[in-house]
């Protein structure tokens, strides 16, 4: 019976043993559900944030990301490369767009241009600048640039040492994004490199030129044409002429094809049935598959008949829609066409009322250039004020001298301020004008526009000094 009963409890025990490790198994497995569900409660914020840094790298490697900044009217980054590409490569390939350009450049530039001041040591500065960095021949690529790309990206570095400031401009497809001021779109904080001309290293941010940052040793400054309101980046001279330059290449080559082939021909022998039969007339191929020069002779008997044959291309005369396409370009260049070459599509009367309108553009252009040229200077000699050389000036006198557009306007400018000076002087005797309004309307009509006030004083200055 002791037996019997030990062996009970022990099975009683057993069961009691083996209930407790099912319970305490699913207690164990509820908690670590529970373990679980907090961990990934507790732990998504910062598993979300590894994975979107790791997205961010990824984007910022491989991709432009679009930041923050004033909403502008711009075209896409993509749309816009495409375009600068397309520019640089008609400018490249395409002589229409070359001679579009060079026209710009060539009226723009001129003999070259010439910045001066009446302050002797900005003067100095300047010419040490202008030497230095090569500008006499630099403007020229420079003029060439902004009319392909409508925009200028000078990077300007400043030697610590001696407070010059060194040149050199950037190509346009480099720069794939400019930030501004959230609340003025106008003022340009910084700019965007892309990766290509930067080493491939993520790009780089370079600061904009202002006069809070003159110890960045390096700067950029940014000029555009073509700007519409609302736009950041400027636009391309070629941009519009774009489409049509490439539909005039291809009918110029259409063209060509087609008269290239009109006057090919070849030559047809036709063998009478000779006594050979295929053997002879294999012989004959042989003799003549080299076919005869021009202006050789060839004997043959009644047996062979030679004929000319050639194709017939129905080439219609097409001048006229090259023309029609040439007209479009050179309206988008604002040029007439006797600028391009085609001097028969006008007489020397119309030529001459024609090229008022193009005269107009480019002296506007040299204003635009002007403008790049002396905001890029004060921007080097404040940079050199703040490194000890020269001495802070508030108004440091500084003007661009251009080229004359034309030889006929020195005629007509001179002739008009001929008569505007005997004019001027019988209204002077009788009191007519004063003294102020006779020399603004003598430099009115001499063509140039000067500050009045500074003449009369110079006039003073050089009375005292007489």
């Known amino acids: 019976m002791k037996d019997a009963g030990d062996r ?59 930041r923050g900044g004033a909403p502008t009217l711009d075209r896409e980054w993509s749309v816009r490369r495409e375009n600068l590409d397309d520019a640089l490569e008609a400018w490249r390939a395409n002589p229409l767009a070359r001679r579009i350009v060079a026209l710009t450049t060539d009226y723009v530039i001129g003999s070259g241009i010439a910045v001066l001041s009446d302050s002797d040591w900005v003067q100095r500065y300047v010419d040490e600048f202008w030497a230095l960095n090569g500008m006499a021949a630099r403007l020229y690529a420079w003029c060439d640039e902004l009319t392909r790309s409508g925009e200028l990206f000078i990077l300007l570095r400043t030697d610590p040492v001696s407070g010059m400031s060194f040149v050199r401009a950037l190509p346009a497809q480099w720069i794939d994004e400019v930030e501004v001021d959230p609340d003025d779109y106008e003022r340009e904080l910084r700019y965007h490199q892309s990766p290509p001309g930067a080493g491939g290293d993520g790009g780089r941010w370079w600061p904009a030129v202002s006069e809070g940052n003159t110890g960045e040793e390096e700067v950029i400054l940014h000029h555009a044409i073509n700007r519409p309101v609302g736009c950041v980046r400027g636009e391309s001279d070629l941009g519009p002429m774009l489409p ?35 053997e002879a007339l294999r012989q004959k191929r042989f003799r003549y598959q080299t076919a005869p020069e021009p202006g050789s002779i060839i004997v043959h008997d009644d047996s062979e008949t030679w004929d000319a044959v050639t194709p017939n291309i129905d080439a219609w005369d097409a001048k006229e829609d090259g023309k029609a396409i040439r007209l479009m370009i050179a309206a988008g260049a604002g040029v007439p066409l006797h600028f391009m070459g085609e001097g028969e599509s006008a007489t020397r009367a119309t030529a001459a009322e024609m090229g008022d309108p193009t005269f107009r553009h480019y002296y506007g252009r040299q204003l635009a250039f002007g403008d790049l040229l002396l905001d890029l200077l004060r921007h080097a000699i404040r940079r050199a004020n703040a490194r000890g050389r020269g001495r802070p000036l508030n108004d440091l006198k500084l003007r661009c001298s251009f080229p004359d557009i034309t030889k006929h306007d020195n005629l007509e400018l001179a002739q008009s301020a001929a008569a505007i000076a005997g004019a001027l002087e019988v209204y002077a005797r009788q009191g007519w004008v004063d003294r102020r309004t006779a020399i603004e309307l003598a430099m009115r009509f001499a063509g140039e526009l000067v500050d009045v006030e500074r003449v009369i004083e110079r006039v003073k200055e050089e009375k005292q000094g007489a």
């Open 244 to 278: 049509w330059l490439r539909r005039y290449r291809d009918w110029l080559e259409n063209r060509v094809r087609l008269n290239k082939f009109k006057t090919a021909f070849l030559w047809d022998v036709t063998i009478a049935g000779s006594p050979g039969g295929a």
């Open 8 to 66: 009970h409890a022990g099975s009683t025990r057993l069961a009691m043993t083996g209930a407790g490790s099912v319970v305490a198994g699913e207690q164990r497995g509820w908690l670590a559900r529970l373990r679980h569900g907090l961990a990934e409660r507790w732990f998504a914020d910062v598993i979300t944030a590894r994975v979107e840094n790791a997205v961010r790298v990824l984007d910022d490697e491989y991709w432009t990301q679009i």
